[in-house]
């Protein structure tokens, strides 16, 4: 048996196309998403990152604003940035690139974004709303996993899924995400014990843990549904979390890195923005946009 794959590079080019679409939908109403990325500083990943968002926006019709700041920029003038964007009725989403230079504090910084702006879904107030079940704007990675997860297995209600790595920006919402979505959820970190044993019992195992090929294949318990978050740059090239050779004779579908969960990411930051605006509008939420 091999694993299918999850084409996450062809599921992200639908939901952009759809988001385009509904996009198109909203002009004839005199409304035009905005986004506004900020980005401080020179590190390289985040400009690659901050360049693709701003092309992928412009691309389904929404307007695209970009701050690039200098790495000495003063906390006050960075916050008195979102001010004005948090003003600013062509914003109706705001992305401070992470991470932040060390002189700024990053939590003041991302809660002094409005929430209903914060297409990130970092904002205290929307890590609570995710967790008491209100509606929320959730973190885009996360998201598109879910997304990818319910279009694989349908309903995941009952599944049991193991997510390895407790970060505010994948694990924690990921395992809040399968939670709501009625799964039995284990959170796997660098504390947990015989973690092999723990993954070999899930039916959807997500890894976001940061090393490369850190998952092997006799972990995984066989036709198991393997979601790989990790971007790992080594001398091979691009991988994931999971060593992928090994996963696929035993997983039952698997997303490759690259092509898989990140193409995903960026596609639901478009979509968060989209519902964003539709909310500001007093419109219902997009269908299939939020969870
Ligand atoms: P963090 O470094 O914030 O978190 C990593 C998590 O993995 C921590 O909870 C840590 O545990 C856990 N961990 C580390 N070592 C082990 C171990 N030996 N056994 C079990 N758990 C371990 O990373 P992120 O969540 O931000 O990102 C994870 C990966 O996802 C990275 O490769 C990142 O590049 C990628 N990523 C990809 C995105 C995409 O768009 N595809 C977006 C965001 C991230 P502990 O808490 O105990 O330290």
Known sequence: MTAAIIDGKAFAAGLRARIATEVAALADRGIKPGLAVVLVGEDPASQVYVRSKGRMTVEVGMASFEHRLPATT????????????????????????????????????????????????????????????????????????????????????????????????????????????????????????????????ADILVAAVGRAEFVKGNWIRPGATVIDVGINRTEAGLVGDVDFTSALPVAGAITPVPGGVGPMTIACLLANTLTATARANGLPDPEGLTP
């Open 74 to 201: 003063p906390e006050v003038e960075l916050l008195a940035l979102i001010a004005r964007l948090n003003a600013d009725p062509a914003v109706n989403g705001i992305l401070v690139q992470l991470p932040l230079p060390r002189h700024l504090n990053e939590a003041a910084v991302i809660n002094a974004i409005a929430p209903e702006k914060d297409v990130d879904g970092f904002h205290i107030l929307n890590v609570g709303r995710l967790a008491t079940g209100q509606r929320a704007m959730v973190p885009c990675t996360p998201l598109g996993c879910l997304m990818l997860l319910r279009d694989r297995l349908g309903d995941l209600a009952g599944k049991r899924a193991v997510v390895i790595g407790r970060s505010n920006i994948v694990g924690k919402p990921m395992a809040q995400l399968l939670l709501r979505d009625n799964a039995t959820v284990t959170v796997a970190h660098s504390r947990t014990a015989d973690l092999p044993a723990l993954c070999r019992e």
